[in-house]
């Protein structure tokens, strides 16, 4: 026997400790711990004296492993050995049935259907270069906008909800593209239950039930981002699945092992820059990593070894996944460089950035006569706002609040203080505002001044003065002078005020209180919008650098100076930006409550989805109109639902049965076997189903798609689990071809909702199997 070629013969133990790996590498035995012991496999160090020792592992071929299938000995060896391999002819047929079920008849319907309005939209976005705001990352939606490219779409059509796509716009090829994520995820299925130890038969017969739901397969007809995330939530499955695999029957640290690891961490960075929900798939994969990890250190793996393999998986599926959502981002900054509908969510440094943005083209320097948007440099508010509404007590005039969205009420023109006579700022000499003038503030669209005055505390923070608005005769007094007090300014810029850049406080001249903005709302009278109040300040220390009394000017409008670019003069940090874009979106989406009113006929509830109690209507339901409804295969729906549920209740049973020494399992490692290959699947259905049930956001019934696929995939696994034990699996093949053809004719039965119905709805009155089903009448109250 060769000195590379290594031969693992395990002793079996009672204790983790007591288990041994005997390694003969052709100078005699050598006894090493064994720290699977059922778990994840390891065996012996590749680093330190023992990779002197013991030299480079070739890949280790488990017990089971078959050359003949997809296991790590046929990939081994190459093209050659995959194409010897019993399962490539199966992968082909099973992709090839994918692509007709997917793609027959895809332009059926020559309308916008569905929410590809919404993310067909977004798509062309990108290719307009335009700025915009969703509640999902933006990975999925790039394909889409690819899709649209190689399409040769030029960005012009809007993507009108119901409207006819015009002749430019090649939408067939743009929905294949689409669809070839979802024809994916039947090869996938396959190949994924190979790594979880199941037999060829019912890992065809698993890919068969992704292959024949007709929910899966309608929302793989459309311009959407349920079928990139299906497919990333896909591969991290099997990325994950392989990778335990490999864990167990080869070294640690292998280029096999490391590829795989980092691999699950790149699907993981995939599906969470898809949508939000693909943060469930990490928790799957760290749940089962925390087990993995932890299993070494009750076996008492030597610290160095256990330290290592932390690092591991730090660097994969830490590391990596952050590294791709960033990436992602990055990417989308730098495609939508033009102003568009979402820019005003980010930061007034970011919109001044982008081309068109009426704050990239206005004056840098700041004048007096000039009409200004002053903004609070504490995050919130918004924008120095005034209108006719008055205080309801103290001075009763005109309330002074932040406003965060843009308003004509947000202008203020700039004037001289009261010691000063009045000019005409049209005519006379240009007069640029320093560090230290005394300003006033006349409210542009009204006329009124800011001022303060001891006499009257703000409304609700009493212990500050109130800021108000009074007529024009208020200007000759010395209540409504304010002193500008520069904090920050760009180096070389002196002392002047500059647009955007120029960071200041306004110091109230008769009292020596600060304006000051803060998270506080004022009531119903105030339209909830933010308190402005004057903080007293009665040292006049120049130390106060609180964002709460920090302004700047965001807009800066003068006929007499000429506009200038300032993203010469302004930029943002990306870190920054994608922090705040991520906090919008967040914001966004928990907006998106249930409107009874509007949604009540497509949206249901998550106790629903898996008894298929609310399919949904994807389009209009005229009598002549080609109709999708999106109804997941019954058969299929029912009984996975059941499998999910009893899963638990089974780990339970088995448990105190062992605990009582009555268990149907031969050895621990035998159970631990059933464990680790099972744990994904219900982990995955739980933790794509479970947190709907806490979100207040509107949910449809394609949210549960993402959990179906790990529900059929473990309907398959435990009928292979059964079917092995009971009479040894003799009728294996026949339950699965038998399951299999049932299946399909459901499928067909339910074709025409997935193929588009172009005839009254009533001719299928068959096809409702529970009368909560809305095929032909309307059962929701509007």
């Not at 925390?290 to 009750?298: A, G």
Request: aromatic residues 14%.
């Amino acid at each position: 026997m060769g000195a590379r070629d290594f031969n693992l013969r395990a002793r079996q133990g009672h204790a983790a400790e007591d288990a041994v790996v005997v390694v003969d590498d052709g100078y005699g035995e050598k006894p090493r711990p064994d720290y699977n012991n059922g778990f994840a496999a390891y065996t012996v160090s590749q680093r330190g004296e023992s990779a002197r020792a013991y030299g480079a592992y070739p890949a280790v071929r488990g017990k089971d492993d078959d050359p003949t299938d997809f296991s790590a000995a046929a990939l081994d060896a190459g093209v050659e050995g995959i194409m010897r391999s019993r399962d490539l002819p199966i992968t082909i047929a099973l992709t090839l049935a994918s692509l007709v079920t997917r793609l027959w008849n895809i332009g059926r319907r020559p309308n916008v259907s569905w929410d590809e309005a919404h993310f067909g939209k977004f798509g062309a976005y990108y290719i307009n270069h335009t700025f915009y705001h969703d509640v999902h990352p933006p990975l999925a939606k790039m394909l889409v906008a690819l899709a649209e490219v190689v399409a040769g779409h030029n960005g012009t059509f809007n993507f009108k909800s119901g409207s006819k796509y015009p002749d430019y716009v090649d939408y067939r090829l743009i929905r294949m593209q689409v669809a070839m994520y979802g024809v994916a995820l039947v090869p996938l299925a396959y190949l994924t239950c190979l790594q979880l130890r199941m037999s060829r038969a019912m890992a065809a017969l698993a890919a068969c039930f992704v292959l024949f739901d007709n929910a899966i397969c309608v929302m793989s007809r459309f311009i959407l981002l349920d079928e990139p995330l299906l497919f990333f939530t896909a591969l991290t499955l099997w990325s994950a699945a392989a990778f335990q695999r490999a864990n167990k029957q080869g070294p640690p640290y292998s280029r096999r092992w490391w590829t795989l690891l980092l691999m699950t961490g790149f699907s993981l960075g995939c599906v969470m820059s898809s949508k939000w929900v693909g943060f469930f798939c990490v928790a799957m994969v760290g749940i089962a990593t925390i087990d993995d990890l932890f299993r070494k250190y009750c076996a008492r793996m030597p610290w160095d070894d256990l330290i290592c393999h932390w690092n591991a998986r730090a660097v994969a599926l830490i590391l990596v996944p952050l590294t791709v959502y960033t990436a992602c981002f990055w990417v989308h900054f730098r495609l939508l460089y033009r102003t568009g509908t979402g820019d005003h969510k980010l930061s007034s440094r970011f919109q001044a950035g982008l081309l068109g943005n009426r704050l990239n083209a206005q004056p840098y320097d700041v004048t007096y006569g000039s009409v200004a948007e002053i903004r609070s440099v504490y995050n919130g508010p918004g924008l120095l706002h005034s209108h006719v509404h008055r205080y309801p007590r103290g001075s009763n005039l005109q309330q002074v609040t932040c406003f965060p969205k843009r308003d004509p009420n947000n202008s203020w023109r700039l004037h001289h203080g009261s010691s000063q006579k009045a000019v005409d700022y049209a005519v006379g000499a240009i007069e640029f505002i320093h560090d230290g003038d005394i300003i006033q503030l006349a409210h542009n669209a009204t006329g009124a001044v800011i001022q303060a005055s001891t006499r009257f505390l703000a409304p609700l923070t009493t212990s500050h003065f109130e800021v108000a608005a009074g007529n024009e005769s208020a200007r000759a007094m010395g209540s409504s002078d304010w002193r500008v007090e520069v904090v920050k300014q760009p180096r070389r810029s002196g002392n002047r005020v500059h647009a955007m850049t120029t960071v200041f406080r306004l110091r109230h001249v008769e009292t020596g209180c600060l304006m000051r903005v803060g998270s506080r709302r004022l009531p119903d009278w105030g339209w909830s919008q933010a308190e402005v109040t004057c903080l007293p300040d009665k040292t006049a220390k120049k130390n106060i650098r609180s964002d709460d009394v920090l302004w700047y000017i965001e807009h800066n409008t003068n006929a007499r100076l000429e506009k200038d670019d300032l993203s010469r003069h302004v930029s943002s940090n990306f870190f920054v930006d994608m922090i705040q874009l991520n906090i919008e979106m967040a914001k966004t989406n928990n907006a998106l409550g249930p409107d009874v009113n509007k949604y009540s006929v497509i949206e249901s509830r998550p106790l629903s989805w898996p008894f298929l109690l609310a399919p949904m209507r994807l389009v209009g339901w005229g009598s002549n109109s080609v109709k999708y409804y999106e109804i997941g295969n019954p058969i299929l729906w029912w009984a996975s639902a059941v499998v999910c549920i009893v899963y638990p209740l089974r780990l339970l049973f088995w448990a105190l049965a062992m605990q009582r020494r009555c268990s149907r399992w031969r050895s621990l490692s035998e159970f631990l076997e059933f464990w680790d290959n099972s744990k994904f699947l219900w982990g995955g259905w739980a933790l794509h189903y479970i947190p709907f049930f806490f979100m207040g956001r509107v949910t449809y019934l394609h949210h549960y798609l993402p959990a179906l696929y790990f529900a059929l995939l473990l309907l398959a696994f435990e009928l292979d689990t059964f079917f092995k034990h009971w009479r040894r699996g003799r009728y294996l093949h026949v339950a699965a071809a038998a399951t299999a053809m049932l299946v399909f004719v459901v499928f067909l039965h339910f074709a025409p909702f997935t193929y588009g119905w172009d005839k009254p709805a009533e001719e299928l009155a068959s096809r409702r199997w529970l009368s909560s089903w809305n095929i032909y009448e309307n059962i929701y109250a509007m």
